[in-house]
């Protein structure tokens, strides 16, 4: 799978290793899925000395996805990065939130490293496009648009499928809120934009491009399709071609011209 | 190697309240026993996890029993109609046992025909709630059948080496008789190949994936 891509982002890595939180973790729902699996991973150390050596092999270029309890973690775990892209999982519902603002992460992390840094947000962030201005002044490189959204799913008893009750919302129900937040998001920026929200098709990443995406990721559809990188490269090259663009930059943001400028 | 195909289906056999979902083998592996593929369930946003339950020349066959939207809409489906299969996945059973039983409970007899297959037909015990449910018992000729209110363990010798499946109390309850069984556990999966890291369940105080160390494991 990973030979289809043009970039593979990491799993977040967090300064200490995380077990996750308790079974049950994942659960489908009508039009998407919950999930709480709450940032398992191997932790700073181990995914430096072991598994960036192993996805390194996979010869794509590598972003690493990078998480904390506050801005310091952020800020440590850039400064001991090198040639990759960073994102900053500012926005992940499954674990408390750190107390700083997105734009003082991202200024931490912009104290720490040279490194390209993309912010991702949270769809439910009250004025997105007012935050990707912060952050863009904070010395953001870019925009990932967007994480999942709280979520609850009730079984037949009534109770919560998931352990902890809550956890983050994925999938096709997604996308217009992804698409939402990426054209409120490219009317304040010019800030490259990875879109990302419940993409299963070709013609769902040219929708995201036409809001003002320039790359697109999978993410849900990878579990149900692990194929879908090659899918959605060879559906989305019909779909331009079918649509008259030369080129994937020449539908960026074209859904942007038809609305009367105002400003937010 | 797992693969990924699309495959048509052959047909759908009734055993009780179980459906047979049969379909066509095409280039995949059948894999070894206690090993599942992940199916595609028509209309749903995940595929469902199944174990092989038998694999006729030319086929691959699936229990189900329909408990939800994904496993109704399988049951469903019509011959010719295509979906994709992904697998084997998972670890199956350790097959070099000397004295093997096999025990399932209710839709938990679903890996045990293909296994009894590889084991040359060893003595087997089926556990059911209802007599309508033993009707899967057809699919291992010569079990010893029970139906509830006796169990699975209110039969079982603790002497053999078991290879189990069913639900997480008989499960228990069978390793509390016989530490070494090997258990076919279940859990709810997304992916089954070890990416979303959703099927963890707590092995000796640790949160192990059932796609990729299990499903089936053994305390010895």
Request: charged fraction near 20%; charge should be negative.
């Amino acid at each position: 799978m990973a030979r289809r891509l043009d970039a593979f982002v990491t799993k977040t890595v967090t300064p200490e290793p995380r077990e996750g939180n308790a079974p049950v973790r994942i659960a489908e729902t009508e039009h998407g899925m919950l999930n709480a699996i709450g940032l398992a991973n191997p932790g700073r150390d181990r995914f430096l000395a072991e598994t960036l050596p192993l996805l390194r092999t996979l010869g794509r270029p590598l972003w690493v996805s990078v998480g904390g309890v506050s801005a310091r973690d952020y800020a440590e775990t850039c400064a001991l990065l090198d040639d990759v892209t960073i994102e900053l999982n500012l926005s992940c519902p499954n674990v408390d939130e750190a107390p700083e603002s997105a734009a003082e992460i991202v200024a931490a992390c912009r104290a720490a490293t040279s490194l390209p840094l993309y912010a991702k947000l949270s769809p439910a962030t009250w004025d997105i496009a007012g935050t990707a201005r912060a952050v863009e002044a904070a010395g953001a490189d870019g925009l990932s648009l967007v994480n999942t959204i709280r979520g609850l799913a009730l079984g037949p008893t009534l109770r919560p499928t998931l352990a902890r009750a809550v956890g983050g919302y994925s999938g096709p129900a997604l996308r217009p809120v992804a698409l939402a937040a990426v054209y409120a998001c490219r009317r304040a920026t010019q800030l490259p934009i990875v879109g990302m929200g419940g993409v299963q098709t070709g013609h769902d990443a040219l929708e995201l491009l036409a809001c003002g995406a320039t790359h697109v990721a999978l993410g849900t559809v990878l579990f149900a399709d692990p194929d879908a990188p090659a899918r959605v490269r060879t559906e989305l090259a019909d779909e331009l071609e079918r649509a008259g663009f030369a080129t994937p930059d020449d539908a960026v943001g074209v859904a942007q011209a038809a609305v009367a400028t105002v400003e937010n | 190697m797992p693969r990924r195909e699309r495959r048509s289906v052959v047909a759908v056999e009734w055993l009780g309240p179980y459906a047979l979902l049969r379909v066509e083998r095409g280039s995949l592996d059948p894999g070894v026993p206690g090993q599942f593929f992940m199916v595609e369930a028509p209309g749903r946003v995940l595929p469902r996890a199944f174990s092989l339950c038998l694999a006729p020349r030319g086929e691959l066959a699936f229990l189900i029993e329909p408990v939800g939207a994904g496993t109704r809409a399988l049951a469903a489906l019509p011959p010719g109609a295509e979906l994709a299969v992904f697998g084997p996945l998972g670890n199956g059973f350790r097959l070099d046992v000397r004295r093997p039983l096999l025990v399932g409970g209710g839709i938990g007899v679903a890996p045990l025909p293909y296994l009894s297959q590889a084991l040359e037909r060893p003595p087997a015990i089926l556990g059911f709630r209802t007599t309508e449910q033993a009707a899967a018992a057809a699919l291992l000729p010569g079990a010893d059948v029970v139906v509830d209110p006796v169990l699975v363990t209110d039969v079982l010798p603790a002497d053999r080496d078991v290879l189990a499946c069913g639900p997480e109390p008989m499960l228990e309850a069978v390793r509390a008789v016989v530490p070494n069984a090997q258990l076919a556990w279940e859990a709810p999966m997304a992916c089954g190949y070890g990416a979303c890291y959703g099927c963890v369940v707590e092995v000796d105080g640790e949160l192990k994936r059932l796609c990729v160390e299990g499903p089936v494991l053994c305390s010895s």
